[in-house]
């Protein structure tokens, strides 16, 4: 009698081991509009299969194994879409634009390229950039344009 919650169990960790590598594959398919996660589904699963067998080993009867399984499958479900989508919601997905922000030139910056360093929240990294006119090493730049991840500088 554990043959049920074994099969949704494992069902439900293949599923979230593909959501965890892949990303959410409900995503990819137009169910609910974004609605249905499927990591959180995958969650539920597992957590369904897994109290379902404990429940049931216990030697509870088994309907009331099916009963508290599906609560507690329910309860991760409702959790983890929480989590997903306060997560999703948080996460920057676009990135800031430079325009505008001001730095150093780290190398000889020409029309067909060089480094910058660049003064801005989040800016740790040197940048490729680029100049219409020649820009000595150490001068000071500011960012007038931002294309992909290059942006393209003049001398301030």
Do not use: C, Q
């Amino acid at each position: 009698m554990l043959l049920p919650f074994l099969i949704v169990g494992g069902v439900g960790l293949v599923l979230l081991l593909i959501s965890l590598v892949l990303g959410d594959i409900l995503d990819h398919f137009d169910i609910g509009d974004g609605a249905i996660s499927g990591t959180a589904l995958s969650v539920g699963l597992v957590v369904f299969g897994a109290s379902g067998t404990l429940i049931a080993t216990t030697g509870l009867d088994l309907a009331w194994a099916y009963v508290l399984a599906i609560v507690l499958g329910l309860v991760a479900y409702a959790l983890s879409a929480l989590v997903v989508r306060n997560l999703t919601n948080s996460s920057d997905g676009v990135p800031a634009s430079a325009i505008g922000l001001s730095g150093v030139a780290r190398s000889d910056v020409s029309t067909s390229g060089g480094e910058v360093s660049l003064d801005g929240p989040g800016e740790i990294e040197r940048r490729l950039a680029y100049s219409d006119e020649p820009i000595a090493e150490g001068s000071r730049v500011v960012v007038v344009e931002h294309v992909g991840t290059r942006v393209k500088v003049a001398a301030n």
